[in-house]
């Protein structure tokens, strides 16, 4: 498996904007580029909820409804960090963020299934004040 460790996390005033990375180590043998990765959300009292997830090889991403437009995935394999850029940000979007690597991607709304995925960080804080 990949460990994940996700950044970027802070306040931020409502309107504003975040990246967030997430960045991988690993055993040799299969590197960070071999797996597809995610994003999820989870606030306070509420369930993790799916925002993004891109290919392994960056050519192809998907981002749900609820946060198109509005947030963008992207990764440099290279660097072994994958982002997520997040604009116009509202105070609901106060959340810990998880990253997450799978070995599947289908650019459906199947990649929020949380069993998709083996390896997951700790999160990052984000918090959106209005």
């Known amino acids: 498996q990949v460990q994940l460790v996700e950044s970027g996390g802070g306040p931020v005033q409502a309107g504003g904007s975040l990246r967030l990375s997430c960045s991988a180590s690993g055993p040799s043998g299969r590197t960070f580029s071999d797996y597809t990765v995610a994003w999820f959300r989870q606030a306070p009292g509420q369930d993790r909820e799916f925002v993004a997830v891109?290919?392994?090889?960056?050519?192809?991403?998907f981002v749900p409804d609820s946060v198109k437009g509005r947030f963008a995935i992207s990764r440099d394999n290279a660097k072994n960090t994958v982002y997520l850029q997040m604009n116009s940000l509202e105070p609901q979007y106060t959340a810990v963020y998880y990253c997450?690597?799978?070995?599947?991607?289908?650019?459906?709304?199947?990649?929020?299934?949380?069993?998709?995925?083996?390896?997951w960080g700790q999160g990052t804080q984000v918090t959106v004040s209005s």
């Open positions: 891109i290919h392994w090889r960056g050519t192809e991403s």
């Open positions: 997450a690597a799978g070995p599947y991607y289908s650019g459906t709304y199947s990649d929020s299934r949380q069993d998709r995925y083996m390896s």
